[in-house]
């Protein structure tokens, strides 16, 4: 006999085999995922999923698919979560303070409770981030939110009404683009492409039998 | 630790001899090693995993089993079902599917100044582009140039992709990550701005760029946000289920089922472009997959069902390092990034037993011996696996390397209570990739007028067999030009007058006529992992 646990999904109680998954165990119930079920690996944030064991306070924020199940789970899945998205465009903006208080003025609404960042299903400091926003330091809010999946969960959390997951992609774009160092000679090689320094070399290997692009590839030289 | 005993006892041997194994630089095997390995081991080999098709623009041609029960299967519809001469949307370049490559196609198309539309059966960006860990190939340093990187890819896929395309991917490899780079994708750098390079399976240059291990997440996330900065209208839940043809035989749109309420609608388009991406939620041979929830080869049912060829579509890519263990990540991608920072594959005895950078099909085979012919596998209630050597990582470059540049591996593993930089990791193959799929050609053209192809879906870019980091590159090359060639096409159609779906009965009959037709509704949409058996 498996060693069964009982969890609540929307509610209602279900035995499942303990090492399941959330998502998993889901699909054990009989559920045939459409909606909160993505890649499945902790990647897309499409899982976000809300949780509270019974008899504790603590509500937790959690990936389903990522998520073992224990006794007593009390669940109940985010497949959507309204963020607000602003809309610029990249090539016209700049990363100044003022395009934060423009775009997404709330974040200096923000009282400090951290629950955005307990509730973090990835474990990032999310209020730190938002922080580095407010001060225009994009390059740390980019570092710090980088592992952020967008599932939402610190937004619903929020008492400020911030859209935390919008914010760090607009840093982490601005940080990109224009604030880390520009790549020489990712520049030179593009320049040297498009003056057609290849293509006679590429073309003849285009040509080449078969027996002797074996012999070129069998005998190339790898870097170590 | 792992919560079983024999295997943290196992886990000292790897420990024991890590040093010693660190030190090592193994053999990489002859081509005639490798050609005999992957003949007795690889899954490409089981010849009764596969069917040979009796209907359709590839009958005569053997594909994997699952999938040809989908491609002799069953439309959801009949023509009657819908109303095609009021159709619900009207665009220029209709992109069916919302990962990397459609995402491309669609910021092009709009580049180019027609209106593009983007269906997709889940979200934009549920995708496999969304889970890619380890990074993007380009020759762009000094060493490294196209020509190398054209070697490298067309011998690694066994000389068998189309020359044509393997040029168009290495030569256009620097520009895509300069437009990546431009619309504020991040890459590692150093402080000057140098990138962060290292080797994957096959590479014979340090070309693979990286956004630490969440490549494909930092790639995805950008270009979806740059699909809504535009504008660019995202129908999602809505799943192609059939292509429009015109009276003339080409492609003018597809029928649209919203996957939550089953309605049906038409959409109308000058140009389709077939984005769909791959298969894994097949799971061929019972394989586990690395792959996303929706990667049910659609694509390749919808092209066929016209009379679009495919290509290669019997070779797949079992990726070496799937997760062996815990059973809550069985299958998972364990990213090539970690043997390209240094960890070695161990068997049960601590022994290096291949190089960690040959070839992926080579490197599942070898696995697979490992834990078959060999019997050096680790048994768990899962199956065999084999050791991956993570903490060799640290050893060699130093602590803090394996959060710096892989945190996503160590997330992943850390919620099962696995440490990977004290402990190492068991692995198995898993299913990764469609190395084939529909035929194109060098503008993304398939085989039916007016319908492109791009991203997994297609197939001839990396011949029999891909390397690390050629797929995310191959998603943004032919993403993209499959935008700007649909675009210009479109630009020089008229709006199609007569829509029809007559190939779908005339397809049910050449089934009928052969006696395969499986009877199974496709394209499968969704995989069925619901427990129906009580």
Redesign the interface.
């Known amino acids: 006999m498996e060693n069964m646990v009982n969890v609540y999904l929307f509610g209602k109680k279900y035995q499942v085999p303990a090492g399941l998954t959330i998502m998993t165990a889901m699909e054990y119930a009989g559920y045939e995922l459409v909606r909160g079920c993505g890649c499945r690996n902790g990647f897309c944030g499409a899982c976000a999923t809300i949780y509270r064991i019974k008899g504790e306070s603590a509500l937790h924020g959690c990936l389903a698919c990522q998520t073992e199940v224990q006794e007593g789970m009390y669940v109940a899945t985010l497949p959507f979560f309204p963020l607000e998205k602003k809309v610029y465009d990249i090539e016209e903006i700049k990363p100044t303070e003022q395009i934060m208080m423009q775009l997404y003025p709330e974040i200096y609404s923000c009282i400090g409770c951290n629950a955005c960042t307990k509730a973090c299903t990835q474990e990032l400091n999310v209020m730190q981030y938002i922080a580095y926003a407010q001060r225009g330091e994009y390059e740390k809010c980019a570092e710090e939110s980088f592992d952020c999946v967008m599932c939402g969960v610190c937004s619903s959390r929020c008492p400020a009404g911030i859209s935390h997951p919008q914010v760090a992609m607009l840093a982490r774009r601005l940080n990109g683009k224009y604030i880390a160092p520009e790549c020489g000679h990712l520049a030179d090689r593009v320049k040297e492409i498009d003056e057609g320094a290849f293509n006679e070399l590429i073309e003849s290997l285009m040509q080449k039998p078969i027996e002797e692009m074996k012999e070129l590839y069998n005998n190339r030289d790898i870097e170590q | 630790m792992y919560k079983i005993d024999k295997l943290n006892e196992l886990a000292k041997i790897v420990a024991e001899k890590r040093e010693a194994n660190a030190a090592l630089e193994p053999r990489?095997m002859?081509?005639e090693e490798k050609d005999t390995l992957l003949a007795t081991f690889h899954p490409d080999y089981k010849q009764d995993e596969f069917t040979v098709l009796s209907a359709g623009v590839n009958k005569g041609d053997k594909v994997p089993t699952q999938l040809a029960e989908l491609l002799q299967g069953k439309s959801r519809i009949t023509a009657a079902d819908v109303d095609l001469s009021a159709p619900d949307y009207d665009t220029d370049v209709l992109i069916i599917g919302g990962g990397g490559a459609g995402a491309s196609a669609a910021i092009e198309a709009d580049e180019a100044g027609v209106k593009a539309m983007i269906v997709t059966k889940?979200?934009i960006?549920?995708a496999n582009t969304?889970?890619a860990e380890g990074g993007i190939q380009?020759?762009?340093?000094?060493?490294d140039?196209?020509?190398?990187h054209?070697?490298?890819a067309?011998?690694g896929g066994h000389?068998a992709a189309k020359?044509?395309l393997v040029?168009k991917l290495?030569?256009k490899a620097?520009?895509a990550?300069?437009w990546l780079?431009?619309?504020?994708?991040?890459?590692d750098?150093?402080?000057?701005?140098?990138?962060v390079t290292t080797?994957g399976g096959g590479t014979?240059?340090?070309r693979m760029h990286a956004?630490?291990d969440?490549s494909?997440?930092?790639i995805m996330?950008?270009l979806r946000?740059?699909v809504?900065?535009r504008?660019i209208p995202v129908i999602d839940?809505t799943a192609a289920i059939e292509i429009i043809l015109d009276e003339n035989g080409k492609a003018a749109g597809a029928v649209l089922m919203n996957?939550?309420t089953k309605e049906l609608l038409v959409a109308r388009a000058k140009t389709v472009i077939i984005a769909t991406g791959g298969a894994g939620r097949l799971h061929y041979q019972g394989f586990p997959t690395?792959n996303?929830?929706g990667a049910t080869a659609d694509g390749l049912i919808l092209g066929y069902r016209v009379g679009a060829r495919l290509l290669y579509a019997d070779t797949l890519q079992y990726h070496p390092t799937g997760t062996g263990y815990p059973?809550?990540?069985f299958g998972?991608?364990v990213t090539e990034k970690v043997r390209s920072l240094g960890a070695k594959l161990v068997n049960i005895d601590g022994e290096v037993f291949m190089h960690p950078l040959e070839t992926r099909d080579v490197t599942a085979a070898s696995i697979i011996r490992e834990c078959t012919e060999r019997n050096k596998g680790v048994e768990t209630s899962l199956g065999k696996a084999v050791w991956l050597d993570t903490p060799m990582i640290e050893y060699k470059h130093g602590e803090g390397t394996i959060e710096k540049r892989i945190?996503?591996m160590m997330?992943?593993f850390g919620?099962?209570g696995i440490d990977i930089r004290k402990e190492p990791i068991l692995v198995y193959p898993t299913l990764h990739y469609q190395n084939g799929g529909l035929n194109i050609s060098e503008d993304c053209s398939t085989d039916v007028e007016n319908l492109y192809a791009a991203g997994e879906v297609a197939g001839g870019i990396h011949g029999r067999n891909r390397l690390m980091g050629n797929s995310l590159l191959d998603v943004i090359v032919f993403g993209r030009n499959a935008g700007i060639y649909a675009a210009a096409k479109a630009k020089d159609t008229a709006v199609p007058e007569k829509l029809t779906l007559d190939h779908i009965e005339r397809f049910n009959k050449e089934l009928e006529e052969s006696g395969a037709a499986s009877g199974t509704a496709s394209p499968m949409l969704?995989p069925?992992?619901?427990?129906?058996s009580?």
């Open positions: 990489r002859t081509a889940l979200r960006g549920d969304m889970m380009a020759a762009d340093k000094p060493n140039s196209p020509a190398i054209y070697i490298d067309f011998g000389f020359p044509e040029r290495v030569t620097p520009e990550i300069q780079n431009k619309l504020g994708v991040e890459f750098k150093e402080p000057d701005g140098t990138m080797h014979s240059r340090k956004a630490k969440y494909g997440a930092e996330r950008t946000d740059e809504i900065n504008g839940f996957i939550e690395s996303h929830y059973e809550q990540i998972a991608l945190p996503a997330r992943m919620k099962y969704l069925h992992y619901a427990r129906r009580k």
